[in-house]
């Protein structure tokens, strides 16, 4: 009998957090959503592996993540990407 019932438990909870998990995951795609439309972004913006990538290192990242700020997105992560892109061309040229 005990084997039995710890069983049913351990699939108890196992369905607990499949429904915790689902919850999360309902609530994280609200607000992406949410954001996607007061931003005015287009929905085929979830198409690039960008924003899957983005989403994964967010998560991984853990509930003290800190956006960043405009200023970060203006200056040094644009100065970053350009440069990036730059030798990308330049790998591809050569």
Same mark, same amino acid.
Do not use: C, N
């Given at each position: 009998m005990h084997?039995?019932?710890a069983r049913k438990d351990q699939e108890r909870r196992?369905?607990?957090k499949e429904l915790r @998990?689902? !919850?999360?995951? !309902?609530?994280a795609c609200i607000y992406i959503? @949410?954001?996607f439309f007061d931003a005015g972004i287009a929905f085929h913006g979830v198409k690039?592996?960008?924003?899957?990538?983005m989403c994964e290192f967010i998560s991984?990242?853990?509930?003290?993540f800190k956006p960043?700020?405009?200023y970060e997105l203006r200056v040094p992560f644009l100065k970053k990407e350009v440069d990036e892109k @730059?030798? !990308?061309v330049a790998e591809h040229e050569s």
């Open positions: 084997v039995v019932k196992k369905t607990t @998990r689902k !919850e999360l995951r !309902e609530k959503a @949410r954001w690039p592996d960008s924003f899957a990538i991984q990242h853990g509930p003290q960043p700020f405009m @730059r030798k !990308e």
